[in-house]
T-cell receptor, first 112, second 109 residues
Framework: DADVTQTPRNRITKTGKRIMLECSQT?????MYWYRQDPGLGLRLIYY???????NKGEISDGYSVSRQAQAKFSLSLESAIPNQTALYFC???????????FGPGTRLTVT | RKEVEQDPGPFNVPEGATVAFNCTYS??????FFWYRQDCRKEPKLLMS???SGNEDGRFTAQLNRASQYISLLIRDSKLSDSATYLC??????????FGKGTKLSVKP
């Protein structure tokens, strides 16, 4: 079984809809991250969390919110989706003593 | 200056070739450095960490020049399976990572 899972893997939604992307991990890591990736652009950090009570905005947090329900779960919400939020979204985790980030398989989101 | 700059490529090389990728970063306070590999439509995966003294892992060699804020990756004896996008990743503040846009490599038979 994968250590970092994301659901859904693909989603098509309409402008104005609320959508939640979920991330779960079995690695026991305390740090979790949400990124988006657009063609021709690098991974951009949306939000990150160092533990359940610590949530931080990343480079591009506008239009997004997150919830760290448990150490193993970190959800990303788009309150009112817009077409320029169409992208590939990745969740990642990192252990406190480590430097490597481990990524989930990604969620491909299309907003029409 | 952009945080991380990489030549986007694509680099099209024959099997067996040696290819080198370069990267510059702007944050002089970065303490950790990595190369990640990303296959098309897949998640990035760590290829190797980059140490100040340079390090090698099989056919892959990474170099770091802190004074010039420059990182490199050398791939020897390229394989078809090396075809991917290579992301230069210096560490940022609070232990976060700053991902470059990547250099695309295509190895041809």
């Amino acid at each position: 079984d994968a250590d970092v899972t994301q659901t859904p893997r693909n989603r098509i939604t309409k402008t104005g809809k609320r959508i939640m992307l979920e991330c779960s991990q079995t690695k026991g890591h305390d740090r979790m991250y949400w990124y988006r990736q657009d063609p021709g652009l690098g991974l951009r950090l949306i939000y990150y969390s160092f533990d359940v009570k610590d949530i931080n905005k990343g480079e591009i947090s506008d239009g997004y919110s997150v919830s760290r329900q448990a150490q193993a779960k970190f959800s990303l919400s788009l309150e009112s989706a817009i077409p320029n939020q169409t992208a590939l979204y990745f969740c990642a985790t990192r252990g406190q003593g480590g430097a490597e980030q481990y990524f989930g398989p990604g969620t491909r989101l299309t907003v029409t | 200056r952009k945080e991380v700059e990489q030549d986007p490529g694509p680099f099209n090389v024959p099997e067996g070739a040696t290819v080198a990728f370069n990267c510059t970063y702007s944050n002089s306070a970065s303490q950790s450095f990595f190369w990640y590999r990303q296959d098309c439509r897949k998640e990035p995966k760590l290829l190797m960490s980059v140490y100040s003294s340079g390090n090698e892992d099989g056919r892959f060699t990474a170099q770091l020049n802190r004074a010039s804020q420059y990182i490199s990756l050398l791939i020897r004896d390229s394989k078809l399976s090396d075809s991917a996008t290579y992301l230069c990743v210096p560490g940022g503040s609070q232990g976060n990572l700053i991902f470059g846009k990547g250099t695309k490599l295509s190895v041809k038979p």
